[in-house]
Nanobody
């Protein structure tokens, strides 16, 4: 059974850090590009970061550049999102998603390009 499971979310103060994990089961992530998305209440799901199947290509939304870093560990079949200097506006449910092969630069942030999704993990940034 193909499954993606996110973990690592929680409550953190502004300026703090969290590291999210996206673990795959039932398939190997080596052949998939991975996107991290987030969705806040009343808002559309938005792309946060992307990493290509080889790990050599990464993209990030302007709102998180310089603060979030995406990486992957093939041995652990896991993709990570290191989040630093967190702001209250980063509060959302964070999802990882997988796309076979890769996604063009101009569309990595579009959810419909991804075939598999995790259930999400809540990140709350508040004092």
């Amino acid at each position: 059974q193909v499954q993606l499971v996110e973990s690592g979310g929680g409550l953190v103060q502004p300026g703090g850090s969290l590291k999210l994990s996206c673990a795959a089961s039932g398939f190997t992530l080596d052949y998939y590009a991975i996107g991290w998305f987030r969705q806040a209440p009343g808002r559309e799901r938005e792309g946060v970061s992307y990493i290509g199947s080889s790990g050599g290509t990464t993209y990030s939304a302007d709102s998180v550049k310089g603060r979030f870093t995406i990486s992957r560990d093939s041995a652990k079949n896991t993709v990570y999102l290191q989040m630093s200097s967190l702001k209250p506006e980063d509060t959302a449910v964070y999802y990882c998603a997988a796309a076979r092969g890769g996604i063009p630069r101009y569309s990595w942030y579009i959810p419909r390009g991804y075939a598999y999704w995790g259930q999400g993990t809540q990140v709350t940034v508040s004092s």
